[in-house]
């Protein structure tokens, strides 16, 4: 009878897998060492706290609303106005299209009157609860018309029905940043002096 020779299993090792040593690979030293490290920080906050310091780097959130976001943050959508004060959006819903969530909303209206923007939102709703923040919205935007501004009050909320951002709520919130110079126009790309 023939008999079949299986090759020995390998397993794939991956680039960035990290390589454990023996040590490691023992596990309940590891968890002694992780065991140690916790009630070190707790040992260490509690003293702080007790002496009137303060100390885990925690947020009193909703009685602290204010601290660093990090550098990297893209902030909440705001809706940019034209002169007369109505939406520069147009409702074509290139930034609901290219949404990845899907959580942009647009009712479109239109005004024949208004020859030179006769299409615009009537409703315009984000919902944060399920937004990832990505941007793609602002990139697709053809008329710059929603931007995302860095300071981001008020975004956490203990139900998630709460987290729609109005249309009204995205004109009329301005950032910090952009009160003293109320959206600038986008810089275009290629033309002359
Ligand atoms: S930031 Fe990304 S996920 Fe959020 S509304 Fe814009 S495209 Fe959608
Ligand atoms: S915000 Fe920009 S991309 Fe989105 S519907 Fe309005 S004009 Fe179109």
Redesign the pocket.
């Known amino acids: 009878m023939k008999t079949v020779k299986f090759a020995p299993y390998k397993r794939k090792q991956y680039w960035n897998e990290p390589q454990l040593t023996l040590w490691e690979s023992a596990y309940l030293p590891e968890i002694l060492r992780g065991l140690f490290i916790t009630s070190r920080i707790f040992l260490r906050n509690m003293a702080k706290w007790m002496t009137g310091r303060k100390g885990a780097l925690t947020t009193y959130y909703p009685e602290e609303t204010r601290w660093d976001y990090a550098e990297r943050n893209r902030g909440k959508h705001v809706?940019t106005q034209r002169p007369d004060g109505k939406p520069?959006?147009?409702?074509?819903?290139?930034?609901?299209t290219v949404c990845p969530a899907k959580v942009?909303e647009?009712e479109a209206g239109f005004d024949p009157a208004d020859s030179a923007h006769p299409k615009f939102?009537i409703r315009f709703e984000i919902d944060y609860s399920r937004c990832v923040f990505c941007g793609l919205?602002v990139e697709?935007?053809?008329?710059d018309?929603?931007r995302m501004a860095k300071e981001t009050p008020g975004l956490p909320a203990e139900d998630r029905h709460q987290m729609w951002l109005t249309m009204d709520e995205m004109l009329s919130w301005k950032p910090q940043s952009d009160v003293a110079k109320p959206y600038p126009p986008a810089p275009r790309t290629g033309g002359g002096k």
């Open positions: 809706l520069q959006c147009v409702a074509c819903n290139m930034c609901a942009i647009i939102p919205c697709a935007c053809p008329e018309a929603i």
